[in-house]
Nanobody, 120 residues
Framework: VQLQASGGGLVQAGGSLRLSCVVS????????IGWYRQPPGKQRESVADITSGGTINYADSVKGRFTISRDNAKNTVYLQMNSLKPEDTAVYYCYADIRVVVTIPPQRYWGQGTQVTVSS
């Protein structure tokens, strides 16, 4: 199983970016899938996640600005980030809890991280 994240970059405050993360390999089910981020010098924190049933959770700091979505047919999760702030600067990591077969508990897999830098 591999997760490939893309879409990071440098943007001015108030701008937008869209992150994508594609899951490939042997996959039974993905639940949930989402994003963490790690700001410079800080611990990794949850940003948003979405279950297979469509239940969504957001960190308070991104509510109303970020939107997570998933395309189950493409095994892809997206993070639309609007009204970006300098404090959103971080390395963003996608993750997925994947069950290969129903008899084995799900495992968490991580993408490689993509840098998002928001200038003031």
């Amino acid at each position: 199983v591999q997760l490939q994240a893309s879409g990071g970059g440098l943007v001015q405050a108030g701008g937008s970016l869209r992150l994508s993360c594609v899951v490939s390999g042997t996959i039974g089910s993905i639940n949930p899938i989402g994003w963490y981020r790690q700001p410079p010098g800080k611990q990794r924190e949850s940003v948003a996640d979405i279950t297979s049933g469509g239940t969504i959770n957001y960190a308070d700091s991104v509510k109303g600005r970020f939107t997570i979505s998933r395309d189950n047919a493409k095994n892809t999760v997206y993070l639309q980030m609007n009204s970006l702030k300098p404090e959103d600067t971080a390395v963003y990591y996608c993750y997925a809890d994947i069950r290969v077969v129903v008899t084995i508990p799900p495992q968490r897999y991580w993408g490689q991280g993509t840098q998002v830098t928001v200038s003031s």
